[in-house]
């Protein structure tokens, strides 16, 4: 028994279904064979080969081309379709008097291997390889860390020995950005240390009567500790996210390859400006929140009946010149860090839409766990010596 389906009336079609039996269907191609003839018999030749593909295993199709008169792309895309689909439910697949001149171009897309390959199945890793990727991660990471801090710190060398050749006008650029643009924040969030740390402190204090001693205490914690640690967190959310989606752009645009194809240092053109910027700007801001945060402390001191003069008499005879220092040494540090990540997470920016976001994200992260351990490298350090 034989059902030929036509698929177009108005017009001699281009392509007819013809099912034999269950297992037995043909598709007959005459003609001219592309986009505009296709384009009202593709959709209802895979449907009808959708349907007779559903009622059981093992067809075979046959698609005869001995009466095509032409064949464009459009129409190899076609065969590839068909034979994809009937690969794919495992039936058999045959193309008969197809010209050979078409051929070449039919195994040029290689149709099955190539644009429809197999998925793969991606074998769950146990906790011991997870363990040991993330272990090998990380140590790539430190290995790549202590290679671009030994090459910023020739090339800060470098720039002392080169004075003119520094990209000034960078530094003064990221100076503004990181530096006179993050006074606000760094004012805002200053203050309201200042405030929080002396109510907290003196609702312990006032318990045993010694309301007195919170402004000098805090004062001291405030220029030691909290004054460059709040402005190397706030740099590190505001100025390395910056650097990292700055370098990190022109790294996706190619132009850091671009450098390098010149002859020019990416460390020197593009991280040595943004580093001595942020050891320029960390230890000013640094002063200017101990200020601010001092200040709002007087004033919080006020609600229990502390003067200024007591308060300002009391932080002199706790906070010295050497106190002051320390917390301007430690906060250029931390501009050394926070500067220096936000390049370093920028110059290794891969490539995709997210890459950027990434590397920004990556590079507040990294900074806020080198501050810490700096801070408390620098702890460390001031117990065993006393500075």
Known sequence: MSIAAPIS???????????TDAAHAKISLAGKINVYSLGGVWTQIRDAQDVWLKQGASQSLVLDASQIASLDVAGIAFLIG?????????????????????????????????????PTV????????STGMAAQNLLDDARGLITFAGHLAADLAWSIRNIKQVRWGDFVNAAVEAGIAALPIVGLVSF???????????IGMEQFGAVSFVGPLAALGIVREMGPLITAILLAGRSSAAFAAEIGTMTVNSEVDALVTGGLSPIRFLV?????????????????????SIFSSMLTMQIYGIPFINFYNGMLAAVDVEDILSGLLKATLFGVVVSAMGCLRGMQTGTGAAAVGISATR???????MIVLVDGIFAYISYRTGF
């Not at 058999?92 to 039919?106: C, S, T, V």
């Not at 991606?122 to 390889?129: D, L, T």
């Open 9 to 19: 009336s108005a017009e001699p079609p281009v392509a007819v279904w013809t099912q």
């Open 192 to 202: 309201l240390i200042g405030v929080i740390l002396s109510f907290q402190a003196a």
């Open 122 to 129: 991606k074998p769950n890793r146990g906790f011991i390889v």
């Open 363 to 369: 590079a507040v992260v990294s900074s806020i766990v």
């Open 82 to 118: 068909v034979e994809e689909a009937q690969q794919k439910s495992g039936g058999q697949f045959e193309i008969q008097g197809l010209d050979p001149k078409y051929q070449p171009l039919l195994q040029e897309f290689d149709p099955i291997g190539n644009l429809f390959p197999v």
């Open 272 to 292: 040595v400006p943004r580093v001595l910027a942020g050891i320029l700007v960390a230890p000013i801001l640094t002063l200017f929140a101990d200020i601010v």
